[in-house]
T-cell receptor, first 110, second 113 residues
Framework: SQQGEEDPQALSIQEGENATMNCSYK?????LQWYRQNSGRGLVHLIL?????REKHSGRLRVTLDTSKKSSSLLITASRAADTASYFC??????????FGTGTRLKVLA | AAGVIQSPRHLIKEKRETATLKCYPI?????VYWYQQGPGQDPQFLIS???????DKGSIPDRFSAQQFSDYHSELNMSSLELGDSALYFC????????????FGPGTRLTVL
C-alpha cells in the first residue's frame, strides 16, 4: 500500500487562484518532500520539511506538516498556467529511501 | 549548478534483451537512489546506495541489479527485459545519510518492444 496519498487526485483552478494539495502518510517520518513533475519529465524538488518543523515557505509555496495527523499540505498561491503539473509528496520513513504518494494533477487555466 | 546526469535519455530494447542505465550524481553527493515510474504511476523506489554499499532495497525485480562505483556513479543493469519494464527510470542523489534533499535526474525512458 502507498505510504503517501495525495488528495485531491486532480485539481483544476483558474489562474490567480490558490491551490491546496494534501498528503497523508502512514508511518513515522524523518522528513517529507514535495516534488513537481511536468508530464513525462523529471521530478523537480520544491520543499523539504523536517519532522520537527510545522511550516515552511518558499516563494509562492507554503508547506505545513502535522505529524500528529500524519499529514502535510502544499499551498500554491496566485497560481499560474506554468504551475500545471503533477505534485507528489515523498516521505522519508527510513534513512535511505523515500516513498512517493500517488500525486495530485494540477491544471491551472489561463 | 551541476545536476544529476542520466544516460541514455531514451532507450529502446527488445524483449529478453539487456539494458544498462547510468547515473552520475551531483558532485560530492554520496547517496544514489533509483526509482521506476510506469505510465501514469507514481515513482516506485527500487534501490539505493550509500558510499558504494547497497543501503536499501525496494521493489526491484531479481532480473535487475545495480551498483555504485568508486567515483559514486551508479549503474542499473536490467536483464531479460519484459514489456512491463517500459517506464521512466529516475536516479536521484543526496548528500549524507538520507535526511537531506534528493535531487532527481531527468530520467531514462526505456521502451521494451
Amino acid at each position: 500500500s502507498q505510504q503517501g496519498e495525495e488528495d485531491p487526485q486532480a485539481l483544476s483552478i483558474q489562474e490567480g487562484e490558490n491551490a491546496t494539495m494534501n498528503c497523508s502518510y502512514k508511518t513515522s517520518i524523518n522528513n517529507l518532500q514535495w516534488y513537481r513533475q511536468n508530464s513525462g519529465r523529471g521530478l523537480v524538488h520544491l520543499i523539504l520539511i523536517r519532522s520537527n518543523e510545522r511550516e515552511k515557505h518558499s516563494g509562492r509555496l507554503r508547506v505545513t506538516l502535522d505529524t500528529s495527523k500524519k499529514s502535510s499540505s502544499l499551498l500554491i498561491t496566485a497560481s499560474r498556467a506554468a504551475d500545471t503539473a503533477s505534485y507528489f509528496c515523498a516521505t522519508g520513513p527510513g534513512t535511505y529511501k523515500y516513498i512517493f504518494g500517488t500525486g495530485t494533477r494540477l491544471k491551472v487555466l489561463a | 549548478a551541476a545536476g544529476v546526469i542520466q544516460s541514455p535519455r531514451h532507450l529502446i530494447k527488445e524483449k529478453r534483451e539487456t539494458a544498462t542505465l547510468k547515473c552520475y550524481p551531483i558532485p560530492r553527493h554520496d547517496t544514489v537512489y533509483w526509482y521506476q515510474q510506469g505510465p501514469g504511476q507514481d515513482p516506485q523506489f527500487l534501490i539505493s546506495f550509500y558510499e558504494k554499499m547497497q543501503s536499501d532495497k525496494g521493489s526491484i525485480p531479481d532480473r535487475f541489479s545495480a551498483q555504485q562505483f568508486s567515483d559514486y556513479h551508479s549503474e542499473l543493469n536490467m536483464s531479460s527485459l519484459e514489456l512491463g519494464d517500459s517506464a521512466l527510470y529516475f536516479c536521484a542523489s543526496s548528500l549524507g545519510q538520507g535526511v537531506d534533499t534528493q535531487y532527481f535526474g531527468p530520467g531514462t525512458r526505456l521502451t521494451v518492444l
